[in-house]
């Protein structure tokens, strides 16, 4: 906060209150650099703000110095580092968020292997292969920015900048368990954070957000979808269809990917502002798309086919490519069919109105159109009144559509018990935002059904009737105060000033902060208000799943390797 409020000084004594250059998707802070101290009646007060909330927190250990600070038992601290320190298994959530896996760590690593990267969609590299290879592609990169400055903005070349200057990991792959499979598989995942390429993915998705929406099947969420089927005329012969990708971004081949964002530019070329670097762009896209290289244990890959994976660009990168296709094939070839037509990723939904005559063929002919674009198919429910679309239900009756919230058998709904150290806003927050979502999908009768379940699975975790109540009437009473629920809040923060901490059940409470806060320095600053925002400190997913792997010692990676490809052979 003291950092907040000198910068706030510096900026003003400069001449300058407020950055117009600024974005946040590319905001990167300059860690070399910190502002002088503001006017000495400020540094008084922050220093008289800092000095009373440690006299606070002092009386705070003095008062709970007999309580129990931890919500864990020694038994249960003495099983976390057990777990913690045991190479012989591995933790890691499981896809569809069901819940941890504890798996086996050397059939993990086999497992990983003959799925995913002993597969011809990968190529094992060296260590030295790897050196020169990122070497290059950050000499490519670096005199890319640097031949095309005059294309960029001003927080665009400060970002590649700042980003530049950072240490940047290799990024590392694992595998989340689909435990809902039979039988028993793992689902690929690259995290690429802090990674060189990460660095421009995140540019390249910062600059898709002028391509996206021309995509004319885009659509943000099913709050949208709502909203646009609630006032449609449908015809009574009209029916809803939805289909899956299968796989989609390993089924988009890079070069079916690369041209059809080629095309999408050319195509769109006089709805794109004209200062869209498209060249640089291409560029930069072609090289993430295919110099995806991570490690596996102490082993070095390089992903050959589909879309890089874990790179910030992917989900703007599968809508365009195939949102291109659709624009110049699919909506035009069955315009009369497809009275509605939107895609959320790798999720489609439509109302198909059946011709007078070939209905069958037609719409055979439509499927196998969805599923003539490069690699990628698409799983088609046949045309019905009901259909299923990310969290909805939808059913046409008579000439309207009737929404209900759809919720997964398999979910296991494990909300925050009341014995984890959550700051009390994450519980308000889950309320809020589910009362919400179940109000705008639900009828009213529905929408007590639904009400009642959630309320129900809440209580099965650990939390009473008494506590929830007054969190459920301030959630109702803050739905209700909104005017239009479909958007969310637009509260400016550039005069907001901001206190992180993290949260501690016997640690210090807002209030008394604020009231710190309103003693000291509240009087000699211009801020219209102040904001305590508080994280959680480490949960068990935090402590027990890690994406880099330690092998125990007993097995080296290239055994496995060598196993797996015995096993193949003999195959």
Same mark, same amino acid.
């Given at each position: 906060?003291?950092?907040?409020?000198?910068?706030?000084?510096?900026?003003?004594?400069?001449?300058?209150?407020?950055?117009?250059?600024?974005?946040?998707?590319?905001?990167?802070?300059?860690?070399?650099?910190?502002?002088?101290?503001?006017? &000495?009646?400020?540094?008084?007060?922050? %220093?008289? /703000? +800092?000095? @009373? *909330?440690?006299?606070? !927190?002092?009386?705070?250990?003095?008062?709970?110095?007999?309580?129990?600070?931890?919500?864990?038992?020694?038994?249960?601290?003495?099983?976390?580092?057990?777990?913690?320190?045991?190479?012989?298994?591995?933790?890691?959530?499981?896809?569809?968020?069901?819940?941890?896996?504890?798996?086996?760590?050397?059939?993990?690593?086999?497992?990983?292997?003959?799925?995913?990267?002993?597969?011809?969609?990968?190529?094992?590299?060296?260590?030295?292969?790897?050196?020169?290879?990122?070497?290059?592609?950050?000499?490519?990169?670096?005199?890319?920015?640097?031949?095309?400055?005059? &294309?960029?903005?001003?927080?665009?070349? %400060?970002? /590649? +900048?700042? @980003? *530049?200057?950072?240490? !940047?990991?290799?990024?590392?792959?694992?595998?989340?368990?689909?435990?809902?499979?039979?039988?028993?598989?793992?689902?690929?995942?690259?995290?690429?954070?802090?990674?060189?390429?990460?660095?421009?993915?995140?540019?390249?998705?910062?600059?898709?957000?002028?391509?996206?929406?021309?995509?004319?099947?885009?659509?943000?969420?099913?709050?949208?979808?709502?909203?646009?089927?609630?006032?449609?005329?449908?015809?009574?012969?009209?029916?809803?269809?939805?289909?899956?990708?299968?796989?989609?971004?390993?089924?988009?081949?890079?070069?079916?990917?690369?041209?059809?964002?080629?095309?999408?530019?050319?195509?769109?070329?006089?709805?794109?502002? @004209?200062?869209?670097?498209?060249?640089?762009?291409?560029?930069?896209?072609?090289?993430?798309?295919?110099?995806?290289?991570?490690?596996?244990?102490?082993?070095?890959?390089?992903?050959?086919?589909?879309?890089?994976?874990?790179?910030?660009?992917?989900?703007?990168?599968?809508?365009?490519?195939?949102?291109?296709?659709?624009?110049?094939?699919?909506?035009?070839?069955?315009?009369?069919?497809?009275?509605?037509?939107?895609?959320?990723?790798?999720?489609?939904?439509?109302?198909?109105?059946?011709?007078?005559?070939?209905?069958?063929?037609?719409?055979?002919?439509?499927?196998?159109?969805?599923?003539?674009?490069?690699?990628?198919?698409?799983?088609?429910?046949?045309?019905?009144?009901?259909?299923?679309?990310?969290?909805?239900?939808?059913?046409?009756?008579?000439?309207?559509?009737?929404?209900?919230?759809?919720?997964?058998?398999?979910?296991?709904?494990?909300?925050?018990?009341?014995?984890?150290?959550?700051?009390?806003?994450?519980?308000?927050?889950?309320?809020?935002?589910?009362?919400?979502?179940?109000?705008?999908?639900?009828?009213?009768?529905?929408?007590?059904?639904?009400?009642?379940?959630?309320?129900?699975?809440?209580?099965?975790?650990?939390?009473?009737?008494?506590?929830?109540?007054?969190?459920?009437?301030?959630?109702?009473?803050?739905?209700?105060?909104?005017?239009?629920?479909?958007?969310?809040?637009?509260?400016?923060?550039?005069?907001?000033?901001?206190?992180?901490?993290?949260?501690?059940?016997?640690?210090?409470?807002?209030?008394?902060?604020?009231?710190?806060?309103?003693?000291?320095?509240?009087?000699?600053?211009?801020?219209?208000?102040?904001?305590?925002?508080?994280?959680?400190?480490?949960?068990?997913?935090?402590?027990?799943?890690?994406?880099?792997?330690?092998?125990?010692?007993?097995?080296?990676?290239?055994?496995?390797?060598?196993?797996?490809?015995?096993?193949?052979?003999?195959?």
């Amino acid at each position: 906060m003291a950092k907040t409020i000198r910068t706030r000084y510096f900026l003003q004594t400069n001449g300058t209150t407020e950055n117009n250059t600024y974005e946040k998707q590319i905001y990167i802070k300059n860690a070399a650099w910190s502002p002088p101290p503001a006017p &000495l009646h400020i540094e008084d007060k922050i %220093t008289g /703000f +800092e000095k @009373s *909330l440690k006299f606070l !927190h002092s009386q705070l250990l003095s008062k709970y110095k007999h309580v129990k600070r931890t919500n864990l038992t020694p038994s249960q601290v003495k099983t976390l580092n057990e777990l913690k320190t045991n190479k012989g298994i591995t933790i890691k959530p499981t896809d569809k968020n069901l819940g941890p896996a504890v798996l086996d760590t050397s059939q993990y690593v086999s497992q990983v292997l003959k799925e995913h990267l002993l597969t011809p969609a990968y190529k094992q590299l060296s260590q030295m292969e790897v050196a020169r290879t990122n070497e290059h592609i950050k000499t490519t990169l670096k005199n890319l920015i640097q031949t095309n400055k005059q &294309l960029l903005s001003k927080c665009e070349l %400060t970002y /590649f +900048e700042r @980003s *530049l200057r950072a240490h !940047h990991r290799l990024p590392i792959f694992y595998g989340l368990p689909k435990v809902h499979k039979e039988p028993f598989s793992l689902r690929p995942v690259v995290s690429t954070s802090g990674s060189l390429l990460a660095i421009f993915s995140t540019w390249l998705d910062y600059k898709m957000k002028e391509l996206v929406p021309l995509v004319k099947s885009y659509v943000k969420n099913s709050f949208t979808v709502i909203d646009e089927l609630k006032n449609m005329a449908i015809p009574a012969n009209a029916l809803f269809f939805s289909a899956d990708a299968v796989s989609m971004y390993t089924n988009i081949d890079t070069t079916t990917g690369l041209n059809a964002i080629t095309n999408f530019i050319q195509v769109n070329k006089d709805l794109i502002p @004209s200062n869209f670097p498209s060249n640089l762009f291409l560029q930069i896209l072609d090289l993430v798309m295919r110099n995806n290289i991570f490690s596996f244990t102490d082993t070095y890959w390089l992903q050959l086919s589909g879309t890089a994976m874990g790179t910030p660009v992917a989900c703007a990168y599968a809508t365009v490519t195939f949102g291109d296709y659709e624009n110049t094939t699919i909506l035009t070839e069955f315009s009369r069919q497809l009275l509605y037509y939107r895609r959320y990723i790798d999720d489609i939904i439509g109302i198909w109105l059946p011709p007078d005559y070939n209905q069958t063929s037609t719409w055979n002919r439509f499927q196998d159109t969805l599923n003539n674009w490069g690699n990628l198919q698409w799983k088609c429910q046949a045309p019905s009144k009901k259909t299923v679309f990310l969290d909805l239900e939808l059913e046409l009756c008579h000439s309207s559509v009737k929404t209900r919230t759809f919720q997964k058998e398999m979910n296991l709904y494990l909300y925050i018990p009341p014995l984890s150290a959550h700051p009390p806003s994450c519980l308000k927050g889950l309320i809020t935002g589910e009362l919400r979502r179940y109000w705008l999908q639900n009828s009213h009768a529905d929408f007590q059904e639904i009400l009642s379940k959630f309320i129900t699975r809440l209580t099965e975790r650990g939390h009473t009737i008494e506590s929830l109540k007054p969190i459920f009437i301030q959630a109702a009473q803050l739905i209700d105060k909104r005017h239009n629920l479909l958007k969310s809040s637009t509260a400016n923060n550039d005069n907001t000033i901001f206190l992180h901490r993290t949260y501690h059940p016997y640690g210090l409470e807002r209030n008394a902060i604020r009231r710190v806060y309103q003693q000291t320095i509240e009087p000699v600053l211009d801020y219209e208000r102040m904001v305590i925002a508080t994280g959680r400190p480490p949960n068990l997913r935090d402590l027990l799943t890690r994406a880099h792997l330690i092998l125990p010692e007993n097995i080296t990676i290239q055994s496995v390797i060598d196993s797996v490809n015995n096993n193949n052979a003999q195959s």
